[in-house]
């Protein structure tokens, strides 16, 4: 199993971005996904994440600016994020809870790469 991301880039304080996270391989079923990111000397910390009902939770610096949103038919998550500030600044990972093929109990979470995303003020 593999999550791919994509949509970092550099972006203008007030600017927006949209990443996305494709989750492949043998999949029997994806629970919870979600966003998370790591600033410079600081900790990973989450983001948002989405149940596969489509219940979303969102850190309270980002409430009303990010959404998150998936794809269920096409094993992705996205996250829209409007207006961007500095501190959004960092490596944004996406997390998936996956029960492979064959797989009935606790699901294992998997990790995206990371993409960057860099806000300039």
């Known amino acids: 199993v593999q999550l791919q991301a994509s949509g970092g880039g550099l972006v203008q304080a007030g600017g927006c971005l949209r990443l996305?996270?494709?989750?492949?391989?043998?999949?029997?079923?994806?629970?919870?996904m979600g966003w998370y990111r790591q600033a410079p000397g600081k900790q990973r910390e989450s983001v948002a994440t989405?149940?596969?009902?489509?219940?979303?939770n969102y850190a309270d610096s980002v409430k009303g600016r990010f959404t998150i949103s998936r794809d269920n038919t096409k094993n992705t998550v996205y996250l829209q994020m409007n207006s961007l500030k500095p501190e959004d600044t960092g490596v944004y990972y996406c997390?998936?809870?996956?029960?492979?093929?064959?797989?009935?109990?606790?699901?294992?979470?998997?990790w995206g790469q990371g993409t960057q995303v860099t806000v300039s003020s």
């Open positions: 989405i149940t596969s009902g489509g219940s979303a």
């Open positions: 997390t998936a809870k996956i029960h492979r093929t064959g797989e009935y109990y606790d699901p294992t979470a998997y």
């Open positions: 996305s996270c494709t989750a492949s391989g043998s999949i029997r079923r994806i629970t919870d």
